[in-house]
């Protein structure tokens, strides 16, 4: 008891409880609805005349459209409030729970499950993210813990109350009843206040209390589905998902079945048993929150990897449980499940907080469900197989499938600690610019410790530079040095595997092509700046793209680069290809005279050329200069 009681003194690291209680709450309420399902569903099957392969249906496909939907949740709590988004959730789910009582048609009941779900979908994304802002680095692992016992809790009294109301007043009460709980978490989230996002982690890198509070920009939906794919223990999560999900999902539908139909137990005994093996979570959450810290505290990595250890033991049990002859031992096994496989939870959610950068997180975390969507759509089979060969062959089905799935995570080893590391000095980089310029020093461009990689070959280390804006530096190296490539990882052509690019105080590592042109990034390949199969004029035409709306400078501008290079004048209807060398570095240049970027990176202007022409060339560079463009010449 004294171990529980300073845990619980120490739980918060000396943040304010509060929010972990109304997160703790929002979640468990949630788990009622969710149980309540699981244990009711051989009733809800009889009601509506359903097979395993039905009813699994039901309740795959109805997962699937919420899970779907959690994307843009994700997506959205990244840009606005998640104690809202992280409300509004929950006052569907209570709402949708109750239709769920009230249903009076499948269709209707499809609807409400999948109503209910969606509430749900926003757990995820902002519980997680909001958690990781509420609270310290070091105290992550006890704050998950304490949070995953909310579906413990939940996933206890949930399915208790459910049996003892279904048994006395018909399967529908209890959803009508579990939907006013959480009315009352619904009115407490309205006292939370937003926290800022990832100022531990810039605090963990040793900034100053102005850089730590500052804010980040949320990303566009295509730079946050880049900065996802380049977080490594995020890919490997996700490819074990699928195998996952189909293993956890079956076994928490086929277990109420499976007491049903081997030990022909009604609603009142499913709900004692699922009461009674779900404290086994709470053990295994305490048990293993020294182990979590202790591995999260000596290395990231051995976290994930010590799944595999705890995976073997998950499988023998999963099997016993299946083929348990006796009641007992079938509950007893169902216990040693249920207990370990969440002894490692809030470790993984702890390196999962670190390893996902702070303006995508809540975004990282709903991309996951996507990758349950092949587990859910895979439950159907499951049933048919229950129902073609018996429940306990279809239990035994999803051992396999699940230690594929552990092993990937436990895989996820060797990238976490570098992914951390990214996330860190990536945050800190854009809050160091963001507060330079709140100073009144202008740093344009900011590259710090860059990394690229090419098909698993590094070719930049740790690149560091800056430029103020309105300079003109030169880039110089040997061939080979790997001057290109910093410029194509500048310009989003080619993405970095490590480190930091921030320009105009907005983290663009990661930011696609596009985008960072729009935002005033032009860059000058050698030889290769120009389209061959358009004509002068065409090319010309293109470059003002950009800058459309603003009719009056693109004809200006397109004027005074003929008037400086009046050879391009006299082939204006040519294409662009039958050009001269030097004639096309004039046309390239000319080009980003209209565009009128704030950094214009060229790369090789002399490739090539004669003196003479290299002369007018940097003629016109001066004046892109004078124009106020930074220009970073190789």
């Given at each position: ?350 390196a999962l907080s670190l390893a996902i950068p ?12 996507l990758w349950i969507l092949p587990g859910l ?51 800190a980089a854009q809050a160091e610019v963001l ?200």
């Amino acid at each position: 008891m004294s171990r529980v009681r300073g845990w619980f003194e120490n739980l918060g690291g000396g943040k304010p409880l509060f929010p972990l209680f109304v997160l703790f709450g929002l979640a468990a309420v949630e788990q009622f609805d969710q149980r309540a399902f699981d244990v009711l569903l051989p009733d809800i099957r009889h009601h509506f005349g359903l097979d395993t392969q039905s009813i699994l249906a039901v309740v795959g496909l109805t997962g699937a459209a919420a899970l779907v939907l959690a994307l843009p949740i994700g997506f959205l709590a990244d840009r606005a409030s998640r104690v809202r988004i992280a409300t509004f959730g929950a006052l569907a789910w209570g709402v949708f729970s109750i239709l769920t009582g009230l249903a009076p048609a499948l269709w209707v009941l499809g609807l409400a499950r999948a109503g209910s779900g969606l509430g749900g979908a926003t757990i995820v994304p902002t519980h997680n993210s909001l958690l990781s802002d509420y609270y310290d680095i070091p105290d992550r692992a006890n704050v998950y813990a304490a949070h995953r016992a909310a579906y413990a809790v939940g996933a206890c009294i949930g399915p208790l109350f459910a049996g003892l109301l279904a048994y006395y007043y018909g399967w529908r009460a209890p959803f009508v009843v579990y939907g006013l709980p959480t009315l009352v978490f619904v009115a407490l989230a309205l006292r939370l206040r937003e926290p800022g996002r990832g100022h531990f982690e810039r605090a963990a890198m040793g900034v100053s209390d102005d850089v730590r509070d500052t804010q980040d920009i949320p990303p566009s939906i295509a730079e946050s589905w880049r900065i996802v794919w380049s977080v490594g223990t995020l890919r490997r999560v996700f490819y074990a998902l699928p195998f996952l999900a189909v293993a956890f999902l079956g076994l928490l539908s086929l277990s109420s079945l499976y007491y049903s139909q081997v030990f022909h137990l009604d609603e009142r005994a499913r709900g004692y048993i699922a009461a009674a093996v779900e404290p086994g979570q709470l053990v295994g959450l305490f048990a293993g929150i020294p182990i979590a810290t202790r591995l999260l505290a000596r290395d990231a990595a051995l976290v994930l990897r010590f799944l595999a250890v705890v995976a073997v033991v998950v499988a023998v049990a999963w099997l016993g449980f299946a083929l348990s002859p006796w009641l007992p031992l079938a509950i007893a096994m169902n216990v040693i499940v249920s207990s370990i496989v969440v002894i490692l939870i809030p470790g993984i959610f702890a390196a999962l907080s670190l390893a996902i950068p702070p303006k995508i997180r809540s975004f990282g975390f709903s991309v996951a469900g996507l990758w349950i969507l092949p587990g859910l759509l895979l439950l159907p089979i499951i049933g048919g197989a229950a129902d073609a060969w018996g429940i306990r062959p279809g239990l035994m089905l999803m051992v396999p499938v699940f230690l594929v799935g552990a092993a990937i995570i436990a895989s996820a080893g060797s990238e976490v600690n570098a992914d951390i590391q990214r996330v860190w000095a990536a945050a800190a980089a854009q809050a160091e610019v963001l507060h330079d310029r709140r100073q009144g020093r202008v740093k344009l461009l900011l590259v710090r410790g860059v990394d690229v990689h090419y098909d698993g070959v590094q070719v930049l280390f740790g690149v560091d530079f800056e430029i103020d804006e309105g300079e003109i530096v030169a880039l110089l190296g040997t061939n080979g040095a790997g001057k290109s490539t910093l410029l194509k990882a500048i310009s989003g052509l080619v993405q970095a595997s490590g480190g930091a690019i921030v320009f105009d105080g907005r983290d663009m590592t990661h930011t696609p092509p596009d985008e960072i042109a729009t935002r005033g990034v032009t860059q000058v390949p050698g030889g290769q700046g120009v389209f061959p199969s358009l004509s002068v004029a065409e090319n010309l035409r293109l470059a003002g793209w950009l800058r459309r709306r603003e009719a009056r400078h693109v004809h200006e501008s397109t004027e005074r680069v003929l008037s400086i290079f009046p050879v391009l004048r006299e082939r204006l209807d040519e294409l662009a290809g039958n050009l001269s060398g030097g004639q096309q570095q004039m046309l390239t240049l000319g080009m980003a005279f209209i565009e009128r970027p704030r950094l214009l990176m060229i790369d090789e202007l002399s490739l090539g050329l004669a003196p003479t022409i290299v002369g007018q060339l940097l003629e016109v560079v001066r004046e892109i200069h004078r124009r106020g463009t930074t220009i970073v010449i190789v």
